[in-house]
Protein backbone atom coordinates (compact mmCIF):
# COMPACT_ATOMS: atom_id res chain seq x y z
CA UNK A 1 0.00 0.00 0.00
CA UNK A 2 1.54 3.01 -0.68
CA UNK A 3 2.05 6.21 1.54
CA UNK A 4 -0.83 7.98 -0.12
CA UNK A 5 -3.32 5.10 0.46
CA UNK A 6 -2.45 4.89 3.93
CA UNK A 7 -2.70 8.47 4.49
CA UNK A 8 -6.02 8.36 2.88
CA UNK A 9 -7.45 5.43 4.76
CA UNK A 10 -6.54 7.23 7.83
CA UNK A 11 -8.35 10.09 7.23
CA UNK A 12 -11.36 8.02 5.84
CA UNK A 13 -11.16 5.96 9.07
CA UNK A 14 -10.79 9.49 11.37
CA UNK A 15 -13.45 11.14 9.72
CA UNK A 16 -15.76 8.22 10.44
CA UNK A 17 -14.79 8.40 14.17
CA UNK A 18 -15.47 11.33 14.01
CA UNK A 19 -19.13 11.55 12.50
CA UNK A 20 -20.03 8.84 14.70
CA UNK A 21 -19.13 10.60 18.05
CA UNK A 22 -21.04 13.77 16.98
CA UNK A 23 -23.81 11.86 16.22
CA UNK A 24 -23.77 10.06 19.64
CA UNK A 25 -23.04 13.51 21.44
CA UNK A 26 -26.16 15.36 19.55
CA UNK A 27 -28.57 12.77 19.93
CA UNK A 28 -27.53 12.25 24.02
CA UNK A 29 -27.44 16.04 23.80
CA UNK A 30 -30.84 16.47 22.18
CA UNK A 31 -32.54 13.73 20.86
CA UNK A 32 -34.97 14.06 18.03
CA UNK A 33 -38.63 13.71 18.36
CA UNK A 34 -39.20 12.96 14.84
CA UNK A 35 -38.72 9.63 13.42
CA UNK A 36 -38.84 8.62 9.89
CA UNK A 37 -41.94 7.62 7.70
CA UNK A 38 -42.13 6.18 4.34
CA UNK A 39 -46.01 7.65 4.12
CA UNK A 40 -45.75 10.73 5.68
CA UNK A 41 -42.27 11.94 5.95
CA UNK A 42 -41.50 11.99 9.58
CA UNK A 43 -43.39 11.94 12.96
CA UNK A 44 -43.59 12.66 16.22
CA UNK A 45 -41.76 9.42 18.16
CA UNK A 46 -44.05 6.76 19.64
CA UNK A 47 -43.98 6.25 23.12
CA UNK A 48 -41.63 8.95 23.74
CA UNK A 49 -40.39 10.73 26.59
CA UNK A 50 -37.44 13.41 27.08
CA UNK A 51 -37.47 16.30 29.02
CA UNK A 52 -35.97 19.13 27.24
CA UNK A 53 -33.37 21.98 28.11
CA UNK A 54 -34.79 25.47 26.12
CA UNK A 55 -34.24 29.21 26.54
CA UNK A 56 -36.23 31.72 25.96
CA UNK A 57 -35.68 34.75 23.94
CA UNK A 58 -33.58 36.92 26.57
CA UNK A 59 -31.37 33.99 27.67
CA UNK A 60 -33.50 32.24 30.17
CA UNK A 61 -33.25 28.81 30.85
CA UNK A 62 -36.39 26.45 31.34
CA UNK A 63 -37.05 23.11 31.15
CA UNK A 64 -39.93 21.13 28.42
CA UNK A 65 -41.17 17.88 29.35
CA UNK A 66 -42.16 16.36 25.95
CA UNK A 67 -44.77 12.73 25.94
CA UNK A 68 -45.93 11.11 23.65
CA UNK A 69 -47.99 7.93 23.01
CA UNK A 70 -48.42 4.75 20.88
CA UNK A 71 -49.45 6.74 18.33
CA UNK A 72 -47.26 9.81 18.14
CA UNK A 73 -49.65 11.86 20.05
CA UNK A 74 -48.80 14.11 22.71
CA UNK A 75 -51.76 13.99 24.77
CA UNK A 76 -53.04 16.18 28.01
CA UNK A 77 -55.47 15.14 30.67
CA UNK A 78 -57.40 12.33 31.55
CA UNK A 79 -57.99 9.39 28.92
CA UNK A 80 -61.57 8.69 30.15
CA UNK A 81 -62.63 12.43 29.95
CA UNK A 82 -65.96 13.52 29.04
CA UNK A 83 -64.64 15.74 26.50
CA UNK A 84 -62.10 15.42 24.02
CA UNK A 85 -60.03 17.32 21.72
CA UNK A 86 -58.26 16.43 18.52
CA UNK A 87 -55.81 18.89 17.48
CA UNK A 88 -53.41 18.49 14.75
CA UNK A 89 -50.46 21.25 13.66
CA UNK A 90 -46.91 21.79 13.04
CA UNK A 91 -44.37 22.98 15.15
CA UNK A 92 -46.71 25.01 17.52
CA UNK A 93 -48.32 22.14 18.41
CA UNK A 94 -46.06 18.97 18.36
CA UNK A 95 -42.77 20.51 18.85
CA UNK A 96 -41.14 20.76 22.21
CA UNK A 97 -40.15 24.53 22.97
CA UNK A 98 -43.05 24.03 25.81
CA UNK A 99 -43.60 20.80 27.57
CA UNK A 100 -46.72 19.17 27.26
CA UNK A 101 -48.84 20.29 30.33
CA UNK A 102 -47.54 24.33 28.72
CA UNK A 103 -48.21 24.11 25.53
CA UNK A 104 -51.25 26.19 24.37
CA UNK A 105 -53.54 23.26 23.51
CA UNK A 106 -53.43 22.55 27.59
CA UNK A 107 -53.84 25.66 28.67
CA UNK A 108 -57.28 25.62 26.36
CA UNK A 109 -57.88 22.40 27.80
CA UNK A 110 -57.35 23.95 31.48
CA UNK A 111 -59.87 27.22 30.31
CA UNK A 112 -62.62 24.44 28.98
CA UNK A 113 -61.99 22.20 32.42
CA UNK A 114 -62.73 25.32 34.81
CA UNK A 115 -65.62 26.52 32.81
CA UNK A 116 -67.42 23.23 31.97
CA UNK A 117 -66.65 21.41 35.66
CA UNK A 118 -65.73 19.05 33.39
CA UNK A 119 -62.66 16.90 32.67
CA UNK A 120 -60.71 17.64 29.34
CA UNK A 121 -58.70 15.33 27.07
CA UNK A 122 -56.47 16.57 24.41
CA UNK A 123 -54.34 14.55 21.86
CA UNK A 124 -52.26 16.98 20.06
CA UNK A 125 -50.19 15.06 16.90
CA UNK A 126 -48.55 16.50 13.72
CA UNK A 127 -44.72 17.73 13.31
CA UNK A 128 -42.17 20.43 12.98
CA UNK A 129 -42.98 21.73 9.27
CA UNK A 130 -45.69 19.52 8.33
CA UNK A 131 -48.02 21.06 5.48
CA UNK A 132 -51.79 20.27 5.13
CA UNK A 133 -50.86 17.18 2.91
CA UNK A 134 -48.60 15.73 5.90
CA UNK A 135 -51.65 16.70 8.23
CA UNK A 136 -54.31 15.22 6.45
CA UNK A 137 -52.20 11.96 6.22
CA UNK A 138 -51.69 11.97 10.12
CA UNK A 139 -55.61 12.66 10.93
CA UNK A 140 -56.28 10.20 8.17
CA UNK A 141 -54.00 7.21 10.38
CA UNK A 142 -55.26 8.03 13.65
CA UNK A 143 -59.21 9.14 12.54
CA UNK A 144 -60.84 5.73 13.64
CA UNK A 145 -59.05 5.42 16.98
CA UNK A 146 -59.78 8.14 18.61
CA UNK A 147 -62.69 9.77 20.02
CA UNK A 148 -63.12 13.65 19.97
CA UNK A 149 -65.44 16.19 20.33
CA UNK A 150 -64.07 19.39 18.63
CA UNK A 151 -61.16 19.32 16.21
CA UNK A 152 -58.68 22.37 15.71
CA UNK A 153 -56.80 22.82 12.83
CA UNK A 154 -53.66 24.70 13.49
CA UNK A 155 -52.73 26.23 10.29
CA UNK A 156 -49.18 28.62 9.50
CA UNK A 157 -48.33 30.97 7.29
CA UNK A 158 -45.69 28.89 5.75
CA UNK A 159 -48.13 26.10 4.91
CA UNK A 160 -49.02 27.56 1.51
CA UNK A 161 -45.30 27.29 0.11
CA UNK A 162 -45.06 23.51 1.80
CA UNK A 163 -47.89 22.60 0.23
CA UNK A 164 -47.00 23.29 -3.17
CA UNK A 165 -43.73 21.71 -4.71
CA UNK A 166 -42.79 24.51 -7.31
CA UNK A 167 -43.07 26.79 -4.36
CA UNK A 168 -40.71 24.92 -2.18
CA UNK A 169 -38.05 24.46 -5.11
CA UNK A 170 -38.11 28.12 -5.57
CA UNK A 171 -36.59 28.12 -1.37
CA UNK A 172 -33.91 26.72 -0.12
CA UNK A 173 -36.00 24.41 2.83
CA UNK A 174 -33.63 21.07 1.47
CA UNK A 175 -34.39 19.39 4.65
CA UNK A 176 -38.26 19.64 4.13
CA UNK A 177 -38.90 19.39 0.53
CA UNK A 178 -36.26 16.05 0.47
CA UNK A 179 -38.79 14.51 2.50
CA UNK A 180 -42.01 15.46 2.64
CA UNK A 181 -44.90 14.29 0.25
CA UNK A 182 -46.90 16.92 -2.32
CA UNK A 183 -50.09 16.72 -3.85
CA UNK A 184 -49.50 16.59 -7.94
CA UNK A 185 -52.03 18.42 -10.41
CA UNK A 186 -53.78 14.61 -10.20
CA UNK A 187 -53.98 14.68 -7.17
CA UNK A 188 -51.87 12.34 -6.60
CA UNK A 189 -49.38 12.04 -3.68
CA UNK A 190 -45.51 12.22 -5.11
CA UNK A 191 -41.96 12.44 -3.63
CA UNK A 192 -39.57 14.76 -4.99
CA UNK A 193 -37.02 12.39 -6.35
CA UNK A 194 -33.38 12.64 -6.84
CA UNK A 195 -30.36 11.16 -5.04
CA UNK A 196 -29.93 13.06 -2.53
CA UNK A 197 -33.52 13.24 -1.76
CA UNK A 198 -33.80 9.60 -1.53
CA UNK A 199 -30.62 9.40 0.70
CA UNK A 200 -32.28 11.43 3.10
CA UNK A 201 -35.53 9.47 2.89
CA UNK A 202 -33.72 6.54 4.36
CA UNK A 203 -34.03 6.15 7.98
CA UNK A 204 -29.84 6.08 8.69
CA UNK A 205 -29.42 9.19 6.95
CA UNK A 206 -32.90 10.79 7.53
CA UNK A 207 -33.03 10.36 11.56
CA UNK A 208 -28.98 11.51 11.28
CA UNK A 209 -28.32 14.62 13.30
CA UNK A 210 -25.39 14.96 11.64
CA UNK A 211 -26.14 14.88 8.23
CA UNK A 212 -29.67 16.84 9.01
CA UNK A 213 -27.49 19.83 10.47
CA UNK A 214 -25.52 19.73 7.41
CA UNK A 215 -28.01 20.40 5.54
CA UNK A 216 -29.75 22.48 7.55
CA UNK A 217 -26.41 25.03 7.17
CA UNK A 218 -26.60 24.42 2.88
CA UNK A 219 -29.94 25.67 3.31
CA UNK A 220 -29.42 28.26 5.65
CA UNK A 221 -27.08 30.16 3.14
CA UNK A 222 -28.19 28.60 -0.06
CA UNK A 223 -30.07 31.55 -1.65
CA UNK A 224 -33.42 31.54 -2.16
CA UNK A 225 -33.85 31.82 -6.76
CA UNK A 226 -35.57 35.31 -7.90
CA UNK A 227 -38.51 35.48 -8.77
CA UNK A 228 -40.57 38.36 -10.36
CA UNK A 229 -43.78 39.55 -9.51
CA UNK A 230 -45.55 37.64 -12.41
CA UNK A 231 -44.32 34.01 -11.37
CA UNK A 232 -44.50 35.05 -7.62
CA UNK A 233 -48.53 35.40 -8.14
CA UNK A 234 -48.94 32.71 -9.90
CA UNK A 235 -47.34 30.60 -7.61
CA UNK A 236 -49.09 31.87 -4.81
CA UNK A 237 -52.43 31.46 -6.66
CA UNK A 238 -51.83 27.68 -7.36
CA UNK A 239 -50.51 27.29 -3.67
CA UNK A 240 -53.57 28.87 -2.31
CA UNK A 241 -55.76 26.17 -4.97
CA UNK A 242 -53.85 23.44 -3.47
CA UNK A 243 -54.64 24.57 0.41
CA UNK A 244 -58.07 24.91 -0.55
CA UNK A 245 -58.32 21.23 -2.05
CA UNK A 246 -56.31 19.92 0.89
CA UNK A 247 -58.54 21.42 3.74
CA UNK A 248 -61.44 20.22 1.79
CA UNK A 249 -59.65 16.80 2.18
CA UNK A 250 -59.56 17.05 6.09
CA UNK A 251 -63.00 18.49 6.13
CA UNK A 252 -64.39 15.87 5.03
CA UNK A 253 -63.37 12.98 7.20
CA UNK A 254 -63.45 15.45 10.43
CA UNK A 255 -65.99 13.37 12.52
CA UNK A 256 -66.99 16.77 14.77
CA UNK A 257 -69.83 18.46 13.47
CA UNK A 258 -67.92 22.05 14.21
CA UNK A 259 -64.37 22.05 12.84
CA UNK A 260 -62.32 25.29 13.67
CA UNK A 261 -58.56 26.74 12.80
CA UNK A 262 -56.08 28.65 14.43
CA UNK A 263 -53.06 30.44 12.60
CA UNK A 264 -49.77 30.77 14.54
CA UNK A 265 -49.11 33.78 12.59
CA UNK A 266 -51.33 36.85 11.65
CA UNK A 267 -49.24 38.06 8.18
CA UNK A 268 -51.21 39.87 5.86
CA UNK A 269 -48.06 39.23 3.08
CA UNK A 270 -49.00 36.95 0.47
CA UNK A 271 -51.29 34.46 0.36
CA UNK A 272 -51.94 34.23 4.05
CA UNK A 273 -53.97 37.55 4.25
CA UNK A 274 -57.06 35.12 2.46
CA UNK A 275 -56.71 32.17 5.04
CA UNK A 276 -59.95 32.98 7.38
CA UNK A 277 -61.75 33.44 3.88
CA UNK A 278 -60.04 29.91 2.53
CA UNK A 279 -61.35 28.23 6.27
CA UNK A 280 -64.83 29.35 5.92
CA UNK A 281 -65.04 28.17 2.31
CA UNK A 282 -64.10 24.49 3.39
CA UNK A 283 -66.19 24.81 6.47
CA UNK A 284 -64.00 25.43 9.28
CA UNK A 285 -64.41 28.62 11.71
CA UNK A 286 -61.41 30.51 11.97
CA UNK A 287 -60.45 31.54 15.20
CA UNK A 288 -58.18 34.54 14.97
CA UNK A 289 -58.39 36.24 18.54
CA UNK A 290 -55.27 34.19 19.70
CA UNK A 291 -53.29 36.52 16.69
CA UNK A 292 -55.08 39.80 18.06
CA UNK A 293 -53.72 38.78 21.48
CA UNK A 294 -50.01 37.69 20.40
CA UNK A 295 -49.59 41.00 18.29
CA UNK A 296 -51.17 43.05 21.62
CA UNK A 297 -48.33 40.93 23.54
CA UNK A 298 -45.85 42.44 21.66
CA UNK A 299 -46.66 45.89 21.09
CA UNK A 300 -46.45 45.83 24.85
CA UNK A 301 -43.06 44.16 24.28
CA UNK A 302 -44.03 41.16 26.40
CA UNK A 303 -41.11 38.06 26.56
CA UNK A 304 -43.15 35.58 24.20
CA UNK A 305 -40.86 33.63 22.58
CA UNK A 306 -38.51 30.89 22.35
CA UNK A 307 -34.78 31.62 21.68
CA UNK A 308 -35.13 31.19 17.97
CA UNK A 309 -37.99 34.37 18.00
CA UNK A 310 -40.49 32.28 16.29
CA UNK A 311 -41.76 30.03 18.40
CA UNK A 312 -43.81 30.55 21.73
CA UNK A 313 -42.35 29.95 25.36
CA UNK A 314 -44.22 29.14 28.22
CA UNK A 315 -45.88 32.61 28.34
CA UNK A 316 -46.81 32.91 24.69
CA UNK A 317 -48.47 29.23 24.52
CA UNK A 318 -50.80 30.36 27.69
CA UNK A 319 -51.51 33.46 25.65
CA UNK A 320 -52.39 31.63 22.82
CA UNK A 321 -54.35 29.02 24.41
CA UNK A 322 -56.25 31.02 26.41
CA UNK A 323 -57.40 33.25 23.60
CA UNK A 324 -58.07 29.95 21.66
CA UNK A 325 -60.56 29.42 24.50
CA UNK A 326 -61.83 32.80 24.97
CA UNK A 327 -63.29 32.52 21.51
CA UNK A 328 -63.97 29.13 21.10
CA UNK A 329 -66.63 29.26 23.59
CA UNK A 330 -68.42 31.83 21.20
CA UNK A 331 -69.09 28.71 19.53
CA UNK A 332 -69.46 25.83 21.68
CA UNK A 333 -71.26 25.22 24.97
CA UNK A 334 -68.93 22.43 26.18
CA UNK A 335 -72.32 20.02 26.78
CA UNK A 336 -71.28 16.97 25.16
Request: aromatic share 18%; proline share 2%; net charge positive.
Amino acid sequence: MTKFLKISFLCFVISIIFIFSLEVFARFKRPSWHSSDSEIGWKLKYNFSHTYKNYDQIGNLYYSKFITNKDGLRVYGKENSKIKILIIGDSFTADPYAGNDEMWFSHLSNKIKQYSKNDVTVYAGGGGGYSTLQEFLLLKRINEKYEYNIFILQFCSNDFGSNLFEAETTGNNFNQFFKRPYLDENEKIVFYDSFFANLFKTKLIGESRFFNKLLFLYSKYKKEKNLNNIHRNLIEKKSINVTTKLLKKIRTIIKSDKAYMVNCENSSKGPNKYWKLIAKDNNFIPLDLPNKAIEEALKKKEKIFFSDFGHFNNYGNKIFGTSVFKQLRNYENFNF
